[in-house]
């Protein structure tokens, strides 16, 4: 079984900063990265999707990938209380099996 | 549009005892997903339907069957349920292929006693 691997956290900043979340993964074939963000007690929704090596970036949200290295990691830039959830991490393992990591959870701080 | 629907929202039953979770979804997508969450466990595939007519094992199928009814549907039933089951459940739907968005339902919280 391929893993997918994240800090459960809480990860704790102040309104304001850089949060960075980080996930790796242990297939080295696999092509497409998500991130997804969950509130409490409700159901994952997409942030961003990568394919290709490097940065990519909206409005708010950087994701970034390395697949020589097998990370996928993202950013948010001046993070609200909003932004306070869990930061699903999910990795196409084949086609129409993703591997989801078990989450991080950040708190935003006013 | 509704995008993902899932029915019921809250569930409890007694060991042994069977239900059908119901998920629909409006956005003509060709692929269909359930997926369990349980603390500490992330999301788990549990079956899928790559398109209507079709539907294969994820990684814990066990306890589980399903039945894609149309394009729309896709349900999940437990035909004898365990304390082992008791779990938040996701339906999703995606578009067929790889390196597609998966659009998930707002889940039905089961609890087997």
């Known amino acids: 079984q391929k893993e997918v691997e994240q800090n459960s956290g809480p990860l704790s900043v102040p309104e304001g900063a850089i949060a960075s979340l980080n996930c790796t993964y242990s297939?080295?074939?696999?092509?497409?990265f998500f991130w997804y963000r969950q509130y409490s007690g409700k159901s994952p929704e997409l942030i961003m999707s990568?394919?290709?090596?490097g940065d990519k970036e909206d409005g708010r949200f950087t994701a970034q990938l390395n697949k020589a290295s097998q990370y996928v990691s993202l950013l948010i830039r001046d993070s609200q209380p909003s932004d306070s959830a869990t930061y699903l991490c999910a990795v196409e393992e084949g086609t129409y099996k993703y591997i989801f990591g078990t989450g991080t959870r950040l708190k935003v701080l006013a | 549009n509704a995008g993902v629907t899932q029915t019921p929202k809250f569930q409890v039953l007694k060991t042994g005892q069977s239900m059908t979770l119901q998920c629909a979804q409006d956005?003509?997508?060709?692929?269909m997903y359930w997926y369990r969450q349980d603390p500490g466990m992330g999301l788990r595939l549990i079956y899928y339907s790559a398109s209507e007519g079709t539907t294969d094992k994820g990684e814990v199928p066990n306890g589980y069957n399903v039945s894609r009814l149309n394009k729309r549907e896709f349900s999940l039933r437990l035909e004898s349920a365990a304390p082992s089951q008791t779990s938040v459940y996701f339906c999703a739907s995606s578009e067929a292929g790889t390196g597609n968005e998966q659009f998930f339902g707002p889940g039905t919280r089961l609890t087997v006693l």
């Open positions: 990568i394919y290709s090596n």
């Open positions: 297939d080295r074939v696999s092509q497409s």
């Open positions: 956005m003509n997508h060709n692929s």
